[in-house]
């Protein structure tokens, strides 16, 4: 009796009704937007030196997760005192101050860890390196238009799911900014947004303030070490753990979590297919399952229907169009999506085995885990991490098929699952644990100093695992400087690389008339065509080109172009590049010299070679220079040999 009346008076004394935490949850995710752009814009009016060659931004860095962390703990405190004077009326600025910095600390989080770094540089994290080239690419095309086109090809819709760098885009119109650039703010923004709105998410669901922050808070600070790269990934995977104990409410009568979590699939399909389907058929569907058996009815069975046709009504509207293109395609469909296997995918994630703050934390959560089982959303956590795990085993199974789940991305969840649970732990045991074991020893004094130092270890812990995000971006944090931006700038004032030709070429291209999404461009110049909304002849890998694209058959096109050419005059040339079956090139930017063509202009195609690994192998194609001089204009830019059609 005393453990369930302290649970009703302490744990859930602030537990928002319906109607709030719908407004909490608007409210929160509109001011981590606001504080994200504004801090954004603030930290460009400053000069600070590049991160990766001095380490005063290191030190500003820690000063904001500092004051942020304290000023968060020191009104939580507060805070709970004041739950154990119940004739005390807290008074309403305090009120109002704890839920203003509770609600908006995700944001300032993210902006002292991540925003600050990036404060000299426009690029995101890992600048334009590798996978970034492929999301800013298709940023710089849903920036230039509002429809379903894919990232590369001119006339296919969109493979990849197009939520995040659709909203993306209408950012960018707003802040009248180019693609490439707008990858920075939204990014931060889209992140706050989701961190901002898990406090009162979690105040609805554990109905305490000062846990539903920390839990916030511990999942951003995870997220930003692990995952911030990729943030249309990022803000799906923040909201597992909340989805896990929302279905077990779900499966358990509630029609309005069965609505939340058919929201979230729905939305997270429109962000991330492969979260989507990680966590509807490992977490949702084996919840759901597992409420059936243990309480012997059909009825959770019933809401996940529900679930699932709610969640795939809303998906339609991102993958109607596709889907459709495949039931029209007459060539077969071509993905190398999956043919990625990393060191990192071949092995099980154990963070609770990790000599860290956070593996202490997922090492308390998996305790938790073991001792609450009995607990309904406790069990939809352990049914979440091992519907998980066998993802990422099913996985590595899946390479006898010649393919993978891509298991190794799932990593996130996982500790964010266990860092979730480690948290209620922490907030059980204080609220639950002590007055149980001890119920009449403590004075309300004694009382008192037991949660400071409760909040004084989690603050302090806090910052000692908040700090050292930049630490963990750092390589990424180097390349957002090193890196040559859209301007042709480096952020660390160095000398920009080739890339800062690539306006010369824009400029030459347009002043043959060619509007840039009108135009298709052959070129293995993957920055140049993310940084311009141009067509591409073809994608750079398979890995990223739509299935729908024909990506083998075009490089076998443009491999038969360059061996033809050298026995072609240009017009049997021109006529070669008119009789495919696709849009020819109005543009080619090759590697090669004008003055001294030697063995030609060279362009570069990429083949997937998956098992191996690195995946992909690229071979030179050489193109004859003369049969250029005839219907062409060709211009020297840098190491570049643009040859642009003439009309």
């Given at each position: 009796?005393?453990?369930?009346?302290?649970?009703?008076?302490?744990?859930?004394?602030?537990?928002?009704?319906?109607?709030?935490?719908?407004?909490?949850?608007?409210?929160?995710?509109?001011?981590?937007?606001?504080?994200?752009?504004?801090?954004?814009?603030?930290?460009?009016?400053?000069?600070?030196?590049?991160?990766?060659?001095?380490?005063?931004?290191?030190?500003?860095?820690?000063?904001?997760?500092?004051?942020?962390?304290?000023?968060?703990?020191?009104?939580?405190?507060?805070?709970?005192?004041?739950?154990?004077?119940?004739?005390?009326?807290?008074?309403?600025?305090?009120?109002?101050?704890?839920?203003?910095?509770?609600?908006?600390?995700?944001?300032?989080?993210?902006?002292?860890?991540?925003?600050?770094?990036?404060?000299?540089?426009?690029?995101?994290?890992?600048?334009?390196?590798?996978?970034?080239?492929?999301?800013?690419?298709?940023?710089?095309?849903?920036?230039?238009?509002?429809?379903?086109?894919?990232?590369?090809?001119?006339?296919?819709?969109?493979?990849?799911?197009?939520?995040?760098?659709?909203?993306?885009?209408?950012?960018?119109?707003?802040?009248?900014?180019?693609?490439?650039?707008?990858?920075?703010?939204?990014?931060?923004?889209?992140?706050?947004?989701?961190?901002?709105?898990?406090?009162?998410?979690?105040?609805?669901?554990?109905?305490?303030?000062?846990?539903?922050?920390?839990?916030?808070?511990?999942?951003?600070?995870?997220?930003?070490?692990?995952?911030?790269?990729?943030?249309?990934?990022?803000?799906?995977?923040?909201?597992?753990?909340?989805?896990?104990?929302?279905?077990?409410?779900?499966?358990?009568?509630?029609?309005?979590?069965?609505?939340?979590?058919?929201?979230?699939?729905?939305?997270?399909?429109?962000?991330?297919?492969?979260?989507?389907?990680?966590?509807?058929?490992?977490?949702?569907?084996?919840?759901?399952?597992?409420?059936?058996?243990?309480?012997?009815?059909?009825?959770?069975?019933?809401?996940?229907?529900?679930?699932?046709?709610?969640?795939?009504?809303?998906?339609?509207?991102?993958?109607?169009?596709?889907?459709?293109?495949?039931?029209?395609?007459?060539?077969?469909?071509?993905?190398?999506?999956?043919?990625?296997?990393?060191?990192?995918?071949?092995?099980?994630?154990?963070?609770?085995?990790?000599?860290?703050?956070?593996?202490?934390?997922?090492?308390?959560?998996?305790?938790?885990?073991?001792?609450?089982?009995?607990?309904?959303?406790?069990?939809?956590?352990?049914?979440?991490?091992?519907?998980?795990?066998?993802?990422?085993?099913?996985?590595?199974?899946?390479?006898?098929?010649?393919?993978?789940?891509?298991?190794?991305?799932?990593?996130?969840?996982?500790?964010?699952?266990?860092?979730?649970?480690?948290?209620?732990?922490?907030?059980?045991?204080?609220?639950?644990?002590?007055?149980?074991?001890?119920?009449?020893?403590?004075?309300?004094?004694t009382n008192k100093r037991i949660t400071a130092v409760f909040a004084i270890f989690l603050v302090f812990g806090g910052i000692y695992y908040a700090q050292h995000i930049p630490e963990?971006?750092?390589?990424?944090?180097?390349?957002?400087?090193?890196?040559?931006?859209?301007?042709?700038?480096?952020?660390?004032?160095?000398?920009?690389?080739?890339?800062?030709?690539?306006?010369?070429?824009?400029?030459?291209?347009?002043?043959?008339?060619?509007?840039?999404?009108?135009?298709?461009?052959?070129?293995?110049?993957?920055?140049?065509?993310?940084?311009?909304?141009?067509?591409?002849?073809?994608?750079?890998?398979?890995?990223?080109?739509?299935?729908?694209?024909?990506?083998?058959?075009?490089?076998?096109?443009?491999?038969?172009?360059?061996?033809?050419?050298?026995?072609?005059?240009?017009?049997?040339?021109?006529?070669?590049?008119?009789?495919?079956?696709?849009?020819?090139?109005?543009?080619?930017?090759?590697?090669?010299?004008?003055?001294?063509?030697?063995?030609?202009?060279?362009?570069?195609?990429?083949?997937?070679?998956?098992?191996?690994?690195?995946?992909?192998?690229?071979?030179?194609?050489?193109?004859?220079?003369?049969?250029?001089?005839?219907?062409?204009?060709?211009?020297?830019?840098?190491?570049?040999?643009?040859?642009?059609?003439?009309?």
């Open positions: 009796m005393h453990t369930e009346h302290t649970r009703a008076t302490d744990y859930n004394a602030d537990e928002l009704s319906t109607k709030s935490a719908l407004l909490g949850i608007a409210a929160a995710a509109l001011g981590g937007a606001v504080v994200a752009l504004l801090g954004f814009y603030a930290f460009k009016t400053v000069s600070l030196p590049a991160f990766s060659t001095s380490m005063v931004t290191r030190a500003l860095c820690t000063v904001g997760i500092v004051l942020t962390l304290l000023l968060v703990g020191v009104l939580c405190v507060k805070w709970i005192y004041d739950t154990h004077r119940p004739a005390f009326t807290r008074p309403k600025w305090r009120t109002w101050l704890t839920y203003a910095a509770c609600y908006l600390s995700p944001a300032l989080l993210v902006l002292s860890a991540i925003g600050l770094p990036l404060s000299a540089s426009k690029l995101w994290l890992d600048g334009v390196q590798v996978d970034q080239v492929f999301r800013t690419q298709f940023l710089t095309r849903t920036t230039d238009q509002m429809g379903y086109a894919d990232m590369n090809y001119e006339g296919l819709p969109t493979f990849y799911p197009m939520g995040w760098f659709w909203l993306g885009g209408r950012v960018a119109n707003l802040l009248h900014m180019p693609g490439w650039e707008v990858f920075q703010p939204w990014a931060l923004i889209s992140i706050s947004m989701c961190g901002c709105l898990l406090v009162p998410l979690w105040q609805r669901l554990v109905g305490s303030l000062p846990v539903a922050t920390a839990i916030a808070l511990v999942t951003t600070a995870v997220t930003l070490t692990v995952n911030a790269e990729e943030p249309y990934s990022a803000v799906i995977a923040m909201g597992v753990p909340a989805v896990a104990v929302l279905a077990a409410r779900a499966f358990n009568g509630s029609w309005l979590s069965t609505l939340g979590v058919a929201l979230y699939l729905g939305f997270s399909a429109c962000f991330y297919t492969l979260f989507t389907g990680a966590i509807a058929l490992t977490v949702v569907s084996l919840v759901a399952i597992a409420t059936a058996i243990y309480e012997r009815s059909l009825r959770p069975l019933m809401h996940l229907v529900v679930i699932g046709v709610g969640s795939l009504a809303i998906a339609a509207v991102a993958w109607t169009p596709y889907l459709l293109a495949t039931f029209r395609a007459e060539a077969p469909l071509e993905s190398a999506a999956q043919h990625y296997l990393p060191e990192e995918g071949t092995q099980i994630p154990v963070p609770f085995l990790s000599f860290s703050i956070i593996g202490a934390l997922c090492l308390i959560g998996l305790i938790y885990m073991a001792m609450r089982l009995e607990d309904a959303a406790v069990r939809a956590l352990v049914i979440a991490t091992l519907g998980t795990y066998l993802w990422v085993v099913m996985s590595m199974v899946v390479t006898l098929a010649g393919s993978t789940l891509l298991g190794f991305r799932l990593e996130s969840i996982i500790v964010l699952l266990f860092a979730t649970a480690g948290v209620l732990c922490l907030a059980e045991i204080r609220l639950l644990g002590i007055p149980t074991l001890y119920p009449a020893r403590f004075s309300e004094t963990a971006n750092e390589d990424a944090l180097d390349h957002a400087y090193t890196d040559t931006d859209g301007n042709g700038e480096r952020a660390d004032r160095f000398a920009s690389d080739s890339s800062q030709d690539y306006l010369k070429i824009r400029e030459f291209i347009d002043s043959h008339g060619y509007a840039p999404n009108a135009t298709t461009v052959m070129t293995d110049e993957k920055l140049f065509m993310a940084y311009h909304p141009y067509w591409g002849f073809n994608a750079f890998t398979s890995h990223y080109a739509n299935p729908l694209g024909e990506f083998s058959a075009r490089n076998a096109q443009i491999e038969a172009w360059g061996k033809d050419s050298w026995e072609q005059t240009p017009a049997e040339f021109q006529k070669a590049i008119d009789s495919a079956k696709w849009n020819g090139p109005d543009v080619v930017i090759f590697r090669g010299s004008l003055e001294e063509p030697g063995d030609g202009f060279k362009i570069h195609l990429a083949e997937d070679i998956y098992p191996n690994q690195p995946n992909v192998r690229y071979r030179a194609v050489f193109f004859n220079p003369d049969v250029f001089e005839e219907g062409w204009d060709t211009k020297q830019v840098g190491p570049f040999v643009v040859a642009v059609r003439s009309h």
